[in-house]
């Protein structure tokens, strides 16, 4: 009996202590495989973008964000427990990431994308959480005050805001009538683009009140369908020849996430930092979901599903001198060395002009943008060198930008409308661009 009771014993303690296969606890084993989960899944919500000033340590917030009512400071969300996040329990993380209410109760602006992380899992913000308590250095540095002047920084009319647009937190996975393959890789991508990944923050159009007019693709075709965002268009997502992903294969899609850069176009502006810090560090399978879902997205304009076709008639002006138009005279001297007479560039190193969706797009301000203060592709492990542009708006004046820039969107096969020098004075002021030179 007493020999029973020992064997007992000891079988229980070996239970209650398994160890892993590298040795370690296998709770111990366990909390380490839910932090590098949430460290992942960090990488996928692209929390560092927000959440680090330029130079500053990581999470530990600061970075100024502009909005139409002013600026907003993103917060530390570092364990520190004085000025961080430290004190928040696991329901006060849950709280603010899904449900945009810090700890004391105030409500949280917008600029946190509370609306998409509404679609993040429990399981995967608990993941989340045990990364911030215990993965990432705890670092005390007080949290700014926002930039937004009375009354407009009152926060109560937000509590108004997240009941009108602000959809309820789910309890779990979405369902389908898809089988299989298809099935998982389509709803993997939704829940990254719609949840996580809060595509639709930048790629969406926003409403009267700021809020986006669509945050999924039930919500209407507005979903994806391309925003503005502090001067740069965040391209039209959906399955639109011109100026959407249409001509795009997944493999196309995988590519620029993974690398920034394919045979269609780069990455530039903050998608060139969404690149860098985040889609780049997906694994293939969920690079290749996010293509899934995306090219599962109809088009908006659904009556235009013939793509553009390359026309050659511009470059044989531009080798044989016809053309002697202002545009394309700045185009010569100013960006055919690198984008070439043809307007098809040099693949994956200096982007093609020739039928490009951002050329083609209704709203050129990301083209204008580009030629007044340049841009610079991220320099990523699949692809290292970071080939940038230089800005021309200190030797350009804006009807030389406007003629150039019309130029490429109406040679080679390109169809879109005429810039004027007021658009381009416009974004030159916006984009805080040097004034321009006096001729």
């Not at 309890?171 to 009538?177: N, R, V």
């Not at 669509?214 to 369908?225: K, N, Q």
Request: hydrophobic share 40%; aromatic share 8%; proline share 5%.
């Amino acid at each position: 009996m007493i020999k029973q009771t020992i064997v007992a014993a000891i079988s229980a303690l070996v239970a209650g202590s398994a160890w892993a296969a590298d040795g370690t606890p296998a709770a111990a084993a366990a909390d380490a495989q839910l932090i590098k989960q949430g460290e992942y899944l960090s990488r996928a919500g692209d929390c560092i973008a927000c959440h680090t000033a330029k130079d500053g340590k990581p999470f530990a917030g600061g970075l100024g964000i502009e909005s139409p009512l002013g600026t907003i400071y993103s917060t530390n969300i570092t364990p520190d427990k004085e000025t961080g996040i430290g004190e928040y329990s696991y329901e006060d993380f849950d709280r603010a990431v899904r449900h945009g209410v810090a700890k004391d109760g105030h409500s949280l602006y917008p600029a946190m994308p509370y609306t998409a992380y509404a679609k993040v899992t429990p399981d995967d913000v608990k993941a989340l959480y045990a990364y911030f308590m215990h993965g990432v250095p705890p670092v005390k540095q007080a949290n700014k005050d926002t930039d937004i002047t009375w009354p407009l920084s009152m926060r109560w009319p937000l509590g108004v805001w997240r009941w009108m647009f602000a959809p309820d937190a789910v309890s779990g996975p979405a369902a389908s009538d898809l089988k299989g393959a298809d099935r998982d890789a389509l709803l993997r991508g939704q829940y990254l683009v719609e949840g996580l990944g809060h595509c639709s923050t930048c790629h969406t159009p926003r409403g009267f009140a700021l809020q986006e007019k669509a945050l999924t693709e039930a919500d209407g075709s507005a979903f994806l369908s391309g925003g503005v965002v502090e001067g740069w268009l965040a391209k039209n997502l959906r399955g639109d020849m011109t100026d959407g992903l249409g001509s795009w294969s997944k493999e196309d899609i995988a590519a620029f996430l993974k690398s920034g850069r394919n045979g269609h176009s780069a990455a530039f502006g903050g998608m060139a930092q969404v690149v860098g810090d985040s889609t780049q560090h997906l694994s293939d399978a969920d690079v290749n979901a996010i293509a899934v879902y995306l090219k599962s997205l109809p088009p908006v304009n659904k009556d235009a599903t013939k793509p553009l076709a390359y026309d050659d008639s511009a470059a044989q002006a531009l080798r044989a001198g016809k053309d002697q138009s202002d545009g394309a005279m700045a185009f010569l001297n100013n960006c055919a060395a690198c984008h070439r007479s043809t307007g098809k560039g040099y693949s994956e190193t200096f982007p093609q002009l020739a039928l490009s969706s951002t050329v083609n797009s209704a709203d050129p301000a990301s083209l204008i943008h580009i030629v007044l203060k340049g841009a610079q592709m991220p320099g990523t492990s699949a692809a290292p060198t970071a080939y940038a542009m230089p800005g021309f708006d200190w030797r350009m004046t804006d009807k030389e930008v406007a003629d150039v820039v019309t130029f490429v969107r109406s040679s080679w096969g390109n169809k879109a409308a005429a810039v004027s020098a007021a658009d381009v004075a416009k974004v030159r002021e916006e984009v805080g661009a040097a004034p321009q030179p006096a001729r």
